[in-house]
């Protein structure tokens, strides 16, 4: 089980060191009824009561619980010297139970791993036994079996064990660590099945039941309901995750997501955990998503992922002005990549991405998680805010060869004056940033430079309009109100900072 801590990650630390503001979700407003307080209703008549019954989890644990399977498996993996976990914050790290065989004998007696150090003649690298363990399920009579990547990553050998504890040795068909999906076969003949449903009908509050492998404990069964929808995580952010509070542990990893009905929905993938183990947060993948995977890797062996072609922020209130967009919502486009499909739809840098095939992109997250559950050559709407007003683009989805949806951050602000000393680029200059126009930032001091905006950055816009004077950008920022969104580039890389001015 990948064990998760949810903080944002600097993916262009570089550009800006004064901090990540930005919020996520969004928040609902009912407009009130003037006529609420004419008639005063009485409680008991304004509250029906309700009635509700739990879907029975004995009945879908014996009839889909012969299809999950234990996964175990074995390896040798590399250490150095230098590698030490430490006692930092929690963070994003393998959980499939993998650890060194001497380290666990030591702990019988008390003693911390590595207490006797290395053996004599062991000195940088070295390869080490590993095993994990997982959980997975069969959904086709003839051995198919679907799991996490991670549970079978860096995997020699791989053993499928069923609950009648017939087991099999099974072939990795195919892995996809961008979605964290893997598919196995093992050879066998009318092997029990679960029944594959959607996650589209899924509502936050509703049942859900897990079935696996807890830390090794085959066919433990846990239920809880389904917290949120849409998830984007930051180190998973082409998977829309469902959010669950059902108990979900190292092993549990690859195993079934039931919904009421007996239907897989999900499969189990991630914890947030500060210890390790479960503390009321899960996440599991869309069972649309897998099964999309699940078919590449069955026909090909390979995925391949679409993809739009831009680098993507967080929109917060600073941005929101900035842009006059109503409420801090979308992904603010820092750039878009040449020869891209999001260059041929006509997506450009200050243009933010509202709606995707119609669903909200709330945080600048959304949008790769959306993007991610189309194929390459699909087409996809987007609901974009331009200039002040809405525009829909449809853009023609490429392959990602190898890339993916990049995420930036913004950066932190102080009101005051904007605090920017300007001057044209040079023809040499221009050249050797390979832009067409801007300006020299010589100096910064106020809010600008609390933002994280440094001598020698290269204005290139205000608000979205280019800028190639200080008069341009003087009466860019006299039109605007309370703040402006500077996109500046340093080293290559662009990235807009929002600036307070008042």
Do not use: C
Not at 80 to 90: F, K, L, M, W
Not at 145 to 158: E, L, P, Y
Not at 214 to 231: D, I, L, Q, Y
Not at 450 to 464: E, F, K, R, T, Y
């Amino acid at each position: 089980m990948n064990t998760i801590e949810l903080k944002s990650k600097k993916l262009v630390a570089a550009l800006l060191a004064a901090g990540v503001l930005g919020g996520m979700g969004a928040t609902a407003v009912d407009h009130m009824n003037t006529n609420a307080f004419a008639q005063p209703v009485p409680v008991a008549a304004a509250v029906a009561p309700a009635t509700q019954t739990l879907p029975s989890f004995t009945a879908i644990t014996s009839r889909n619980g012969p299809a999950v399977v234990n996964i175990s498996t074995s390896g040798m993996q590399s250490v150095s010297d230098d590698d030490d976990d430490g006692a930092a914050a929690p963070q994003a790290r393998p959980g499939r139970g993998q650890q060194n065989p001497m380290d666990e004998w030591l702990r019988q007696f008390g003693f911390p791993p590595g207490a006797f150090g290395q053996m004599p003649g062991q000195q940088g690298s070295q390869q080490v036994p590993v095993r994990g363990q997982g959980s997975g399920f069969i959904i086709s009579p003839d051995g198919l079996i679907m799991t996490n990547a991670h549970v079978v990553r860096g995997a020699k050998d791989v053993t499928v064990k069923l609950t009648d504890r017939r087991e099999f040795k099974a072939k990795v068909l195919g892995a996809d660590p961008k979605t964290d999906i893997a598919v196995l076969k093992i050879d066998a003949r009318g092997l029990p099945t679960v029944p594959l449903g959607s996650s589209k009908n899924l509502q936050p509050g509703e049942w859900v039941l897990a079935i696996g492998s807890p830390f090794g404990f085959e066919n433990s069964v846990t239920a809880g309901v389904v917290s949120a929808k849409g998830r984007s995580l930051p180190d998973d952010s082409a998977v829309p995750f469902i959010q669950t509070d059902v108990a979900v542990n190292p092993g549990n990893s690859g195993g079934p997501l039931f919904n009421s009905a007996g239907e897989v929905v999900g499969i189990n993938s991630q914890i947030y955990s500060r210890s390790g183990g479960y503390q009321g947060l899960s996440f599991s993948i869309p069972i649309e998503l897998a099964v999309r995977v699940k078919d590449q890797i069955v026909a090909t062996g390979k995925v391949e992922h679409a993809r739009l072609g831009v680098t993507v922020q967080e929109i917060n209130q600073a941005f929101a002005d900035s842009f006059k967009l109503p409420k801090p919502e979308g992904a603010l486009v820092a750039n878009v990549e040449k020869g891209s499909a999001a260059e041929k739809a006509g997506l450009k840098t200050g243009d933010v991405i509202l709606r995707a095939n119609g669903q909200p992109i709330v945080s600048s997250g959304d949008l790769p998680a959306q993007i991610g559950m189309v194929k390459p050559g699909d087409t996809v709407a987007l609901d974009v805010w331009r200039g002040g007003h809405a525009e829909q683009l449809t853009a023609k989805l490429s392959g990602d060869k190898g890339k993916t949806e990049r995420l930036a951050d913004a950066a932190n602000v102080q009101k005051g004056k904007l605090g920017l000393s300007l001057r044209p680029l040079s023809p040499q200059e221009k050249q050797q940033a390979h832009v067409e126009g801007g300006l020299l930032i010589e100096q910064t001091a106020g809010p600008a430079a609390m933002a994280g905006v440094q001598p020698g950055d290269v204005l290139m816009s205000i608000n979205g309009q280019p800028v190639n004077s200080a008069e341009q950008a003087s009466s860019v920022i006299a039109k605007s109100d309370k703040s402006v969104a500077l996109l500046i580039q340093r080293d290559g890389e662009r990235i807009f900072v929002p600036v307070r001015i008042g």
